[in-house]
């Protein structure tokens, strides 16, 4: 089952910003076959999950374990923390000082130090598949597939426009934790997704209306678990997704992995929009055979990558189920 190994040590990593950090732990955990007698399925996590992607406390259960889509009596599943997401006790202060590139960097030399040249795939959702895309532009021969969830290769206008406005909050609320998640949820939903679930409802006891009360338990919830200096981060990251910033344009980019790559999209994802998902794919499709584009059909927006698992084990099946693995 899932073990946590002792953290990698990255030596002297400079950041893309020009950050020089002696010593970055790289936390991961290992669940199913045991490393290097299977094929490698990397999971990266998004903005508030961790490397606890299966087992226990896994928060993708649905789709990672004994028998399921990603089966870990077939498959090796890694997942690495981000480092100073809080999950390992290491928190980064100047979250300014990194940016996307960089976590893919530190993921791609943790699979060194794994002596991992190549893996079945890179699986991530949300600011996870930013990761994703950005080690594929890095390291074309990474991986066999490419699976970003719910993502795009960049940050759009809207998305740093909505990455500007957590920080404001981040930086200036006095809950800060608590008020940036009540924003974020408004993100990660949809119009749609709440009118089914609360139909203006009110909750007598507190006199105000369910979504309000379900709004403010979200925040404090997160309040409770994850730190402050990690949201900053995280938030940062998912500004900064951007595989052609101070590097070749995107053809020139993916002109260079053979690895298939499987979008998929959500139709009513209000922060990585499935229409800029499209556009993504029609783009590499000029250039490249082996892309697909499939859509989660869901009222629950950005969140529906968490919540449609049933959706989610149907598209991915092809992937991990019909192959025979020959390795």
């Not at 600011?127 to 066999?144: C, K």
């Amino acid at each position: 089952m899932e073990n946590i190994p002792n953290p990698i040590s990255i030596q002297n990593f400079t950041t893309e910003n020009g950050a020089l950090y002696h010593s970055l732990p790289l936390s991961f955990t290992v669940a199913g076959l045991a490393l290097h007698s299977a094929p490698i399925v990397l999971v990266n996590h998004a903005l508030t999950g961790n490397a606890q992607v299966t087992g226990e406390n896994g928060w993708w259960n649905d789709l990672i374990g004994a028998g399921k889509t990603i089966d870990t009596n077939r498959y090796t599943v890694l997942a690495f923390n981000v480092p100073g997401n809080g999950a390992d006790s290491f928190l980064i202060e100047k979250y300014q000082d990194f940016t996307t590139r960089d976590i893919a960097r530190i993921f791609i030399i943790g699979l060194e130090s794994l002596a991992i040249d190549q893996v079945h795939t890179i699986i991530g959702g949300s600011v996870g598949g930013g990761v994703a895309w950005e080690m594929l532009a890095l390291e074309p021969n990474i991986t066999q597939n490419l699976i970003p969830i719910a993502t795009d290769w960049k940050s759009t206008d809207w998305m740093i426009a909505n990455c500007f406005l957590q920080e404001q909050i981040l930086n200036n609320s006095s809950k800060p934790i608590e008020d940036a998640r009540i924003h974020a949820m408004l993100c990660y939903r949809s119009p749609e997704s709440f009118k089914e679930k609360f139909q203006r409802t009110v909750n007598e006891n507190l006199s105000i209306f369910n979504i309000e009360s379900w709004l403010a338990h979200h925040g404090d919830k997160l309040q409770k678990r994850y730190q402050l200096a990690s949201y900053k981060l995280m938030n940062q990251l998912l500004k900064t997704i951007d595989i052609t910033r101070n590097s070749a344009d995107f053809e020139t980019l993916m002109s260079k992995t053979n690895a298939a790559i499987h979008i998929i999209g959500i139709n009513s994802d209000l922060f990585f929009t499935a229409r800029e998902n499209k556009e993504t794919y029609q783009e590499l499709k000029k250039f490249k055979e082996n892309v697909f584009y499939s859509e989660i059909d869901s009222v629950h927006g950005h969140d529906a990558f968490l919540i449609e698992y049933k959706q989610l084990d149907h598209l991915l099946a092809d992937i991990f189920k019909a192959e025979t693995i020959a390795k």
